[in-house]
């Protein structure tokens, strides 16, 4: 069974460009949501998506946004790219949302802003 | 911030049981413990979860009080491929089932000696 599969994996932008970043779940699975993580600031939850809804907001500014398809898969966006947006963004996957459902990552896109 | 609090570091010898601890005194009684691991540059890694009673799968053992404010994950015959941080997390839940993203803090950089 595959994992999260994250796109891309690598890339490279400029301050003030906005960038996509690709996730398709575990098949089966309807819940995912976004984490991004830095040196600085550890691990982060930015949002999460069930049945193309987000459910939940981490405390990240309006220039990062999200969606999620009709079949499960999601992309983020940033829009307005600063610097300290370089990072590992993490997208994670479960069954349902809520409590007690293993959440299971992906092994991340990384983002460098120059 | 955080509902969790772990060493910072520890260490292990190979082939022997490695035990993590994790305090959570402030945690709710619907409020699910989870387990990561990351190893550096990868997505966090799920290991095992539980609400109240001791769990274990084919990774490791997940041993909770009886009060629920602390718990200790044992990874039975440790390996060099064991390094790594590892996070306890308390997932914060709502009523009717709804939850929070995961909250991860600085976890425990766990080193297996040969």
């Known amino acids: 069974k595959a994992g999260v599969t994250q796109t891309p994996r690598y890339l490279i932008k400029t301050r003030g460009q906005q960038v996509t970043l690709s996730c398709s779940p575990i098949?089966?699975?309807?819940?995912v949501s976004w984490y991004q993580q830095t040196p600085g600031q550890g691990l982060q939850f930015l949002f999460e998506?069930?049945?193309?809804?987000?459910?939940n907001k981490g405390n990240f500014p309006g220039r990062f946004s999200g969606r999620q398809f009709s079949n499960s898969r999601s992309e983020m966006n940033v829009s307005t790219l600063e610097l300290g947006d370089s990072a590992l963004y993490l997208c994670?996957?479960?069954?349902?949302?809520?409590?007690?459902?293993?959440?299971?990552f992906g092994e991340g896109s990384w983002l460098t802003v120059v | 911030d955080a509902k969790t609090t772990q060493p910072p570091s520890m260490d292990c010898a190979e082939g022997r049981a490695a035990n993590l601890p994790c305090n959570h005194s402030?945690?709710?009684?619907?409020?699910?413990v989870y387990w990561y691991r990351q190893i550096h540059s990868q997505g966090p890694q799920y290991i095992i979860h539980?609400?109240?009673n001791n769990e274990t799968n084919e990774m490791a053992s997940l041993i909770i009080t009886e009060d629920r404010k602390s718990s200790t994950l044992i990874l039975p015959h440790a390996t060099l491929r064991d390094t790594a941080v590892y996070y306890c997390?308390?997932?914060?839940?709502?009523?009717?089932?709804?939850?929070?993203?995961?909250?991860f803090g600085k976890g425990t950089h766990l080193i297996i000696q040969p």
């Open positions: 994670a996957s479960s069954l349902r949302q809520g409590a007690g459902n293993t959440i299971y």
């Open positions: 098949s089966g699975h309807r819940s």
């Open positions: 998506y069930f049945s193309e809804t987000q459910r």
């Open positions: 402030t945690i709710s009684g619907n409020e699910y």
């Open positions: 539980g609400l109240k």
């Open positions: 997390i308390v997932r914060v839940t709502y009523s009717g089932g709804g939850a929070d993203g995961l909250t």
